[in-house]
Protein backbone atom coordinates (compact mmCIF):
# COMPACT_ATOMS: atom_id res chain seq x y z
CA UNK A 1 0.00 0.00 0.00
CA UNK A 2 1.36 3.42 -1.17
CA UNK A 3 0.41 6.98 -0.19
CA UNK A 4 1.44 9.90 -2.84
CA UNK A 5 1.86 13.93 -2.84
CA UNK A 6 3.62 15.94 -5.34
CA UNK A 7 7.43 15.44 -4.56
CA UNK A 8 6.38 12.42 -2.25
CA UNK A 9 6.05 8.54 -2.99
CA UNK A 10 5.75 6.65 0.57
CA UNK A 11 5.33 2.95 1.19
CA UNK A 12 2.98 1.85 4.54
CA UNK A 13 5.01 0.00 7.23
CA UNK A 14 3.28 -2.89 8.18
CA UNK A 15 4.30 -2.78 11.83
CA UNK A 16 3.24 -7.07 12.40
CA UNK A 17 5.82 -7.99 9.71
CA UNK A 18 8.26 -5.16 9.91
CA UNK A 19 11.63 -6.35 11.47
CA UNK A 20 12.11 -2.79 13.54
CA UNK A 21 9.11 -3.13 15.46
CA UNK A 22 10.40 -4.40 18.69
CA UNK A 23 13.15 -1.96 18.77
CA UNK A 24 10.94 1.07 17.66
CA UNK A 25 8.94 0.48 20.44
CA UNK A 26 11.41 0.89 22.80
CA UNK A 27 13.12 4.05 21.80
CA UNK A 28 9.51 5.32 21.18
CA UNK A 29 7.95 4.09 24.34
CA UNK A 30 10.08 2.90 26.97
CA UNK A 31 13.42 4.78 26.46
CA UNK A 32 12.84 7.50 23.66
CA UNK A 33 16.57 8.29 22.85
CA UNK A 34 18.68 9.47 19.94
CA UNK A 35 22.45 10.13 19.70
CA UNK A 36 24.80 12.32 17.46
CA UNK A 37 28.20 11.61 15.80
CA UNK A 38 30.84 13.94 14.39
CA UNK A 39 33.30 12.87 11.65
CA UNK A 40 36.08 15.00 9.95
CA UNK A 41 35.49 14.08 6.74
CA UNK A 42 38.33 13.50 3.72
CA UNK A 43 36.56 16.32 0.87
CA UNK A 44 39.99 16.36 -1.15
CA UNK A 45 38.98 14.81 -4.13
CA UNK A 46 35.84 16.79 -4.46
CA UNK A 47 36.49 19.76 -3.19
CA UNK A 48 39.01 19.75 -5.97
CA UNK A 49 36.70 18.76 -8.63
CA UNK A 50 34.42 21.21 -7.49
CA UNK A 51 36.68 23.97 -8.14
CA UNK A 52 38.12 22.86 -11.67
CA UNK A 53 34.46 22.79 -13.13
CA UNK A 54 33.48 26.18 -11.00
CA UNK A 55 30.24 23.88 -9.35
CA UNK A 56 28.86 25.33 -5.93
CA UNK A 57 30.15 22.43 -3.37
CA UNK A 58 26.97 23.24 -1.29
CA UNK A 59 25.49 21.75 -3.88
CA UNK A 60 27.27 18.71 -4.24
CA UNK A 61 27.02 18.02 -0.46
CA UNK A 62 23.46 18.48 -0.45
CA UNK A 63 23.06 16.40 -3.59
CA UNK A 64 25.78 13.29 -1.90
CA UNK A 65 23.71 13.34 0.98
CA UNK A 66 20.32 13.05 -0.32
CA UNK A 67 21.73 10.35 -2.92
CA UNK A 68 22.99 8.39 -0.27
CA UNK A 69 19.49 8.12 1.51
CA UNK A 70 18.02 6.43 -1.39
CA UNK A 71 20.27 3.77 -0.16
CA UNK A 72 19.36 3.72 3.82
CA UNK A 73 15.90 3.30 4.25
CA UNK A 74 16.51 3.05 7.80
CA UNK A 75 16.77 6.83 7.48
CA UNK A 76 13.66 7.65 5.51
CA UNK A 77 11.13 6.73 7.88
CA UNK A 78 8.26 9.29 9.29
CA UNK A 79 4.42 9.68 9.30
CA UNK A 80 1.79 10.45 6.85
CA UNK A 81 -1.98 11.19 7.95
CA UNK A 82 -0.24 9.62 11.46
CA UNK A 83 0.73 6.08 9.81
CA UNK A 84 4.59 5.36 9.60
CA UNK A 85 5.79 5.16 5.85
CA UNK A 86 8.76 4.99 4.62
CA UNK A 87 9.58 7.62 1.98
CA UNK A 88 11.14 6.66 -1.52
CA UNK A 89 13.50 10.02 -1.35
CA UNK A 90 13.87 13.15 0.83
CA UNK A 91 14.48 16.53 -1.03
CA UNK A 92 17.36 18.42 0.96
CA UNK A 93 15.92 21.57 3.22
CA UNK A 94 19.00 23.62 3.85
CA UNK A 95 19.86 27.52 5.68
CA UNK A 96 20.17 30.57 3.47
CA UNK A 97 21.18 33.97 4.19
CA UNK A 98 19.17 36.76 3.28
CA UNK A 99 21.26 40.49 2.67
CA UNK A 100 20.57 41.72 6.18
CA UNK A 101 22.04 38.14 8.08
CA UNK A 102 18.45 36.94 8.48
CA UNK A 103 18.23 33.19 7.75
CA UNK A 104 15.49 31.38 5.54
CA UNK A 105 15.06 27.47 5.21
CA UNK A 106 15.03 26.60 1.24
CA UNK A 107 14.62 23.33 0.06
CA UNK A 108 14.97 21.43 -4.10
CA UNK A 109 13.70 18.94 -5.48
CA UNK A 110 16.15 15.83 -5.18
CA UNK A 111 16.86 14.16 -8.35
CA UNK A 112 19.33 11.41 -9.01
CA UNK A 113 20.82 13.21 -11.87
CA UNK A 114 23.52 15.87 -10.59
CA UNK A 115 23.35 18.03 -13.69
CA UNK A 116 19.24 18.32 -13.25
CA UNK A 117 19.55 18.52 -9.57
CA UNK A 118 22.14 21.31 -9.92
CA UNK A 119 20.37 23.90 -11.90
CA UNK A 120 17.28 23.03 -9.88
CA UNK A 121 19.57 24.29 -7.27
CA UNK A 122 20.50 27.53 -8.71
CA UNK A 123 16.78 28.08 -9.93
CA UNK A 124 15.89 28.19 -6.11
CA UNK A 125 18.73 30.27 -5.24
CA UNK A 126 17.98 32.77 -7.91
CA UNK A 127 14.26 32.39 -7.34
CA UNK A 128 14.13 32.87 -3.23
CA UNK A 129 17.44 33.73 -2.14
CA UNK A 130 16.48 37.12 -1.58
CA UNK A 131 12.51 36.39 -0.26
CA UNK A 132 11.79 37.70 3.26
CA UNK A 133 10.69 35.17 5.93
CA UNK A 134 11.94 31.56 7.26
CA UNK A 135 10.01 29.42 4.82
CA UNK A 136 10.24 31.40 1.16
CA UNK A 137 9.52 28.10 -1.11
CA UNK A 138 6.10 26.56 -0.54
CA UNK A 139 4.94 23.83 -0.34
CA UNK A 140 6.51 21.95 2.09
CA UNK A 141 6.49 18.50 1.81
CA UNK A 142 6.88 15.81 4.41
CA UNK A 143 9.78 14.52 2.67
CA UNK A 144 12.17 17.11 3.62
CA UNK A 145 15.03 16.30 5.59
CA UNK A 146 17.89 18.82 7.04
CA UNK A 147 21.14 18.74 5.23
CA UNK A 148 22.61 22.21 7.22
CA UNK A 149 25.75 24.23 6.98
CA UNK A 150 27.55 26.16 9.03
CA UNK A 151 30.78 27.69 6.80
CA UNK A 152 32.44 30.08 9.54
CA UNK A 153 32.76 28.01 12.00
CA UNK A 154 34.79 24.60 12.36
CA UNK A 155 33.42 22.38 15.05
CA UNK A 156 33.84 19.00 17.14
CA UNK A 157 30.91 18.35 17.55
CA UNK A 158 27.06 19.67 17.02
CA UNK A 159 23.62 18.56 18.80
CA UNK A 160 20.36 19.96 17.46
CA UNK A 161 17.68 20.50 20.08
CA UNK A 162 14.21 19.56 18.55
CA UNK A 163 11.25 21.60 21.21
CA UNK A 164 8.37 20.22 19.24
CA UNK A 165 7.06 16.17 18.96
CA UNK A 166 8.45 14.39 16.02
CA UNK A 167 7.18 14.12 13.08
CA UNK A 168 9.65 12.14 11.33
CA UNK A 169 12.97 10.03 12.19
CA UNK A 170 15.25 11.56 9.61
CA UNK A 171 18.72 11.98 10.42
CA UNK A 172 19.63 15.87 11.00
CA UNK A 173 22.81 16.78 9.16
CA UNK A 174 25.16 19.65 10.12
CA UNK A 175 28.37 20.25 8.13
CA UNK A 176 31.32 23.05 9.51
CA UNK A 177 33.87 25.09 8.16
CA UNK A 178 36.63 23.46 6.17
CA UNK A 179 39.98 22.92 7.29
CA UNK A 180 42.35 22.89 4.28
CA UNK A 181 46.46 21.64 4.44
CA UNK A 182 49.00 21.14 1.69
CA UNK A 183 48.12 17.45 1.52
CA UNK A 184 44.04 17.31 2.31
CA UNK A 185 40.65 19.28 2.50
CA UNK A 186 38.35 18.31 5.62
CA UNK A 187 34.81 19.30 6.62
CA UNK A 188 33.32 18.07 10.03
CA UNK A 189 30.07 16.70 9.69
CA UNK A 190 27.45 15.78 12.47
CA UNK A 191 24.51 13.60 11.53
CA UNK A 192 21.97 13.39 14.34
CA UNK A 193 19.81 10.33 14.41
CA UNK A 194 16.80 8.68 16.36
CA UNK A 195 17.21 5.31 18.06
CA UNK A 196 14.08 4.42 17.23
CA UNK A 197 14.91 3.58 13.20
CA UNK A 198 18.28 3.21 13.16
CA UNK A 199 21.77 2.00 15.54
CA UNK A 200 25.45 3.03 15.15
CA UNK A 201 26.01 0.31 12.94
CA UNK A 202 23.32 2.05 10.13
CA UNK A 203 25.25 5.62 11.24
CA UNK A 204 28.69 4.35 10.97
CA UNK A 205 27.69 2.42 6.93
CA UNK A 206 26.35 6.01 6.41
CA UNK A 207 29.79 7.91 6.78
CA UNK A 208 31.98 5.12 5.32
CA UNK A 209 29.33 5.23 2.19
CA UNK A 210 29.65 8.52 2.05
CA UNK A 211 33.40 8.95 2.51
CA UNK A 212 33.32 6.69 -0.49
CA UNK A 213 31.42 9.13 -2.32
CA UNK A 214 33.55 11.81 -1.24
CA UNK A 215 36.99 10.06 -2.85
CA UNK A 216 35.23 9.49 -6.22
CA UNK A 217 33.46 12.33 -7.82
CA UNK A 218 33.90 11.93 -11.25
CA UNK A 219 31.61 8.45 -10.58
CA UNK A 220 28.63 10.37 -8.67
CA UNK A 221 28.68 13.96 -10.15
CA UNK A 222 29.20 13.10 -13.85
Known sequence: MTTEQPNMHAELIDQTTWARQPYFYYFTKMDPSGFS???????????????????????IYLYLVSRLLTEHPEMRVGYVNEQLVTFDVLHPSYTILHADHTMANLWTTFDPDFQTFYQCYLTDQAEYSQTPGPMPKAPQTPNLVNIGSL????????????????????????AGQFVTSTAKTTMPLSITINHATADGYHLSKFFND?????????????
Not at 42 to 58: G, Q, S
Not at 151 to 174: A, E, M
Not at 210 to 222: D, G, R
Request: proline share 12%; no cysteine.
Open 37 to 59: LTVDMDITPTYTWARTHHIKFNA
Open 210 to 222: LQTMWSQPEQYLN
Open 151 to 174: PTVHFTSYTPLPFKPLTTFFPIFQ
